[in-house]
């Protein structure tokens, strides 16, 4: 029986898909993870939400290798660090990406909520809630599933992360839940990836530049993000009614 008369239809129950996905493909390589999710599961129907951080040059060479054309969501905060902008524009012409998308906050709303710049200050679950997650969330309507770069030796809740899940009416793709450190290291030498500026700098993790600083913990190369605050993640992986109150 040919494999593609397994998958399930769109309405079926995701747990079955869950159940025979992390199955079949929890222990494969992150190209056979890729290519099974662009091509054969939702082929037409996945993007890929990229920070242009210090490891998302994998994850992009990873899907120009399957399809360079995937859509990729870029979410300009208009808090980047320089460097991020011009690391996402090198990297996109070195690898010959076509379907990257720009995404930022709504300015009414940011006028609105954030008129100084300075929300990320006194409460920075809003400043991501405003120029991260509400952004995304339109973004994110057109497709079934999406690709994240998330792993589990970033520690937190992301230690115990499946391949496959599925959160807020989604499916969600994680090739690299399985690598470590060295294996994003390996990967870049071997591909001749170039780095984030910031890396060589000392920032493992780069996001915003108002909550991103170095970190030297290498048991938590998250620790520069929200340093000395009880936040860990920006709300794009935290189910909306688990989110703090951010108003």
Known sequence: MPFDSLIESPQADPSVRLARLNGELRHASAQTILRAAIVREWAGDLTYVSSFGAESAVMLALIADVDPSLPIQFIDTGMHFPQTLDYRDEIIDRLGLTGVRTLAPNEGERRLDDPKNTLWNSNPDACCDLRKVRPLEPALEGFSAWITGRKRFHGGARMSLPVFEFAAGRYKVNPLAGWNQDDVDLFM???????????????????????????????????????????????????????PRVF
């Open 189 to 243: 030498e071997q591909r001749g990836l170039p780095r984030h500026p910031l890396v060589a700098q000392g920032y493992p993790s780069i996001g915003c530049w108002p909550c991103t600083q170095p970190a030297d913990d290498p048991d938590n190369p998250r620790a520069g993000r929200w340093a000395g605050q009880d936040k860990t993640e920006c709300g794009l992986h935290v189910e909306r009614n688990e989110r």
